[in-house]
């Protein structure tokens, strides 16, 4: 079964500083995953995928996601953080099955402190 | 958020009542989705509609119900025989097909029952 896994529950950095949210999967195929932000009360908003191709993935607001399939990883890294970055993050993984499904991780608040 | 609107953004109702929620796309998409998001909790799927008068169940679609009548729209009711329907909800569409096209969200519904 496609599975995801975010092991943090918090991500505390200061704001300048590099972050990395951290996404480890389970997949049988190819893994098509993806990153979305929510910030609070509002709903998730797109910031990037993986599908195939470089492990280097760019996406919206300065972030990238690194593909790594030996470690079935897809960490989400920007090279310096705003305060305004701070939000809910979701690592997800397409379903293996004929539909369309999304597979969610748990989420991870990242806070970036002045 | 754009393109897919959701309505209300907060709804109350008294326990034992029906509750229907609206979800609008005018992105053209063929599929649609449901999700539920509990606080500390990632996303997880009531119903999805891949194509105009068929949709299936998600994960938990007990106490809920869905239709497709029209590509535009996919209106969820939460029926009384659902036990803890507080909750924040989510609609998403996507392009649907075999290709990973990512989902994109509406801003959401928060549903208090008492």
């Known amino acids: 079964a496609q599975s995801v896994a975010q092991p943090e529950d918090q991500v505390n950095v200061a704001e300048g500083n590099p972050l990395t949210v951290k996404c480890t999967y389970s997949v049988s195929g190819n893994p098509y995953l993806f990153w979305y932000v929510q910030y609070p009360n509002r709903g998730l908003q797109f910031l990037l995928k993986y599908i195939t191709g470089d492990n280097l993935v760019k996406g919206s607001y300065g972030f990238e996601a690194e593909f790594n399939k030996s470690q079935t990883s897809f960490h989400l890294k920007k090279p310096s953080a705003l305060v305004s970055d701070s939000a809910l993050y979701f690592c997800?993984?397409?379903?293996?099955?004929?539909?369309?499904?999304?597979?969610f991780g748990s989420g991870t608040r990242l806070l970036v402190r002045p | 958020d754009g393109g897919i609107t959701q309505s209300p953004k907060y709804l109350f109702r008294k326990e034992g009542q029906n509750v229907t929620l609206s979800c609008e796309q005018n992105l053209n998409h063929d599929a649609m989705y449901w999700y539920r998001q509990d606080p500390g909790q990632g996303l997880r799927l009531i119903y999805y509609s891949q194509i105009v008068n068929d949709f299936q169940k998600g994960d938990i679609a007990e106490g809920y119900s869905v239709s497709r009548e029209k590509k535009e729209s996919f209106p969820l009711t939460v029926t009384s025989a659902q036990k803890n329907p507080t909750a924040f909800y989510l609609c998403a569409s996507s392009l649907g097909g075999t290709s990973s096209y990512e989902q994109y969200f509406g801003p959401g519904t928060r549903l208090t029952v008492t």
């Open positions: 997800a993984v397409r379903s293996g099955d004929s539909s369309y499904k999304l597979i």
